[in-house]
T-cell receptor, first 111, second 116 residues
Framework: DGGITQSPKYLFRKEGQNVTLSCEQNLNHDAMYWYRQDPGQGLRLIYYSQIVNDFQKGDIAEGYSVSREKKESFPLTVTSAQKNPTAFYLC??????????FGPGTRLTVL | AQKITQTQPGMFVQEKEAVTLDCTYDTSDQSYGLFWYKQPSSGEMIFLIYQGSYDEQNATEGRYSLNFQKARKSANLVISASQLGDSAMYFCAMREVQTGANNLFFGTGTRLTVIP
């Protein structure tokens, strides 16, 4: 089955810790994206990558970092610099400028 | 300024009836794309329908249709014959092609509840 997987589904972090959210796709898509969703809000773009070894900041990149070493993988690290990291994180992928398809999401809670 | 505005925080519809979810957008680009996604309580975002700014016909996908009125900058989603499984959050989103990236701008969503 082709699709996008995100792990873990739920993640708890202590203040001051870095955590990494996984996103993998086997759709052979070139582009991948990370969004953040807060309660009652739409999605906001954190980072995106259009090709391997290249990525750009989105609207709310501060406190986050990414890497794109493989076409299939686009992990997101939430660093201790992110002051309010509790949110729902969604990863998406697409063929260049085509429709974006989303993974099931990771819910991050800071304790 | 908000690029996507969804003015209906919540909507109710009787099962088997049709419902329209409103979406207005703001862009100065001539080339753009409009999307609707469904988000059930489980959280994943499910792509429903797409309309390109140059498409002359309104997009349709099964029970979903997009009422595209370019002059009014509106892209309303129409769901026909509502089912209980349609209860979810619905998000309108826009892509501005001119930026060269495929980034989406999302509205704040409408929660649809289908009543048996």
């Amino acid at each position: 089955d082709g699709g996008i997987t995100q792990s873990p589904k739920y993640l708890f972090r202590k203040e001051g810790q870095n955590v990494t959210l996984s996103c993998e796709q086997n759709l052979n898509h070139d582009a991948m994206y990370w969004y953040r969703q807060d309660p009652g809000q739409g999605l906001r773009l954190i980072y995106y990558s259009q090709i391997v070894n290249d990525f750009q900041k989105g609207d709310i990149a501060e406190g986050y970092s990414v890497s794109r070493e493989k076409k299939e993988s686009f992990p997101l690290t939430v660093t201790s610099a992110q002051k309010n990291p509790t949110a729902f994180y969604l990863c998406a992928s697409s063929r260049s400028t085509d429709t974006q398809y989303f993974g099931p999401g990771t819910r991050l809670t800071v304790l | 300024a908000q690029k996507i505005t969804q003015t209906q925080p919540g909507m109710f519809v009787q099962e088997k009836e049709a419902v329209t979810l409103d979406c207005t957008y703001d862009t100065s680009d001539q080339s753009y794309g409009l999307f609707w996604y469904k988000q059930p309580s489980s959280g994943e975002m499910i792509f429903l329908i797409y309309q390109g700014s140059y498409d002359e016909q309104n997009a349709t996908e099964g029970r979903y249709s997009l009422n595209f009125q370019k002059a009014r900058k509106s892209a309303n989603l129409v769901i026909s014959a509502s089912q209980l499984g349609d209860s979810a959050m619905y998000f309108c989103a826009m892509r501005e092609v001119q930026t060269g990236a495929n980034n989406l701008f999302f509205g704040t969503g409408t929660r649809l509840t289908v009543i048996p």
